[in-house]
């Protein structure tokens, strides 16, 4: 077992063996957790209702108590890693907190029960809420028109792509070609080529940025789009982004910006002042709503008003009631990329958000959350090497160069770092950097919380010096061992078979 731990963190020792607790090993025949009354109307043959689609005998399901099942579900949520319990420095992802406040409001009636079939006289609190954030977003893009429809950040981007395809249409050319720098996220490429074009894949300068020069070459009238991550995956913001954007739009191209990394750039500068065309926001990184299984996401994309004709169908307008409608009315739209109009609860988080921070709070996160990565750069840069040393904005990306001597990768250090207390960092993304370190703190965690995990992470950096055997073999203090990665890959159990 795991002998270190840093600070507070310490091991849990397991309540039960790996394979005790489970719903179907702990099942009984004749365990319930419900008492129904006696039928008082005659019963109905189930099959004669069903027909064929019936099934010719009950699920297995498992049989069990309350309290069982209580302590079973209870039990396995002590088992996750949560942003409650302490920091996920997940690079890209921004994982930060969800402020409950957030909850409270989502949670309201007349918010959380609203139907999307509601008639319009009586969604307009809805509709308010849809137009507001609508609002603060384009005030906090630079941008001038929206759609809140995308339900995650790649659904954004695969509607940012549709916006430029049908731009280009109307002019009598969609083009062929989408530019796609080698540090963008992985989406970038597949939504492009989702969107039918040829993608072009264009390599980083030494700093991690984007060349303008070999730009100037690579742009044609063929190309329909440059998707660029600004601040880049490596943490770098594009100090040449007019020069881009100039080079673009002189050939009648658009810059779509992914909009993961705008926790960097919040309230301190707008992509709309600095030539994009397109981008997408991800509420869930950006404003704080819950992300991954806590999801679901929300997607937005900000345009400028000449791609405002092709948002997605319907858009929120004030008629000349003074009444807020759903305006189904246009003709050139790219048509609807999701039923109704978004996750709509999403938005709710998101705005109470934005008002909750106001303009100066916002910018206050942005500043935090670039200051605590430049703090843990600062700490570890020593111990982990550092491939690009341009300045880091909110994401910092080490690799594991040093450490490969001794045979240990990034894998091992993060699958060690599990047994320090902390969820491990984005393991060897981007790809531009071999064997990287990616890692975000946000502006939700403390300086104490940071020296805890800078802590860990030069403990486990005197390890691979002195024990790199304890690296390779971690995680240690896990209900599950190290896992065969190849055999779960090539041959996933994906459910469960009664023994």
Known sequence: MAENFVGSRKKITPHLTQNEGLSFEKSAPGRKAYRLAPLDVPEVDPRSLLGESCRSQSAELPQLSEIEIV????????????IDLGMYPLGSCT???????????????GIADAHPY???????GSLEIMRL?????????????I?????AGAHGE????????AFHQAKGNARKTVIVPDSAHGTNPATAAMCGYEVVNFKSNPQGGIDVEALAKAVTEETAALMLTNPSTIGVFEKEIHRIADILHAKGALLYMDGANMNALCGKTRPGDFGVDVMHLNLHKTFSTPHGGGGPGSGPVACRRILEPFLPAPVVERGSDGQLRLNYDRPQSVGRVRAFYGNFGMFVRALAYILA???DGLRQTTEDA???????RAKLEDVYDLPYTTPSMHEVVFSDRRQTRNGVKTGDIAKRLIDYGFHPYTVSFPLIVPGALMIEPTESESREELDLFVDAMREIAREVEENPQVVLDAPHSTRVSRLDETTAARKPVLRWKKP
């Open 357 to 359: 921070n106001g303009p």
């Open 95 to 109: 994982m930060k907190y969800n402020p409950r406040v957030n909850e409270l409001v989502s949670r309201l009636e």
């Open 147 to 151: 759609t809140l429809q995308p339900a």
């Open 133 to 145: 954030l609508q609002e603060c977003l384009l005030e906090i893009t630079g941008m001038e028109a």
């Open 158 to 165: 695969f509607t940012g792509i549709l916006l430029a395809r």
């Open 71 to 82: 302590r079973h579900f209870t039990r396995l949520s002590t088992w996750n890693y949560a």
């Open 118 to 124: 509601q008639l319009e006289a009586l969604a307009q």
């Open 370 to 376: 670039v200051l605590n990565a430049n703090y843990i």
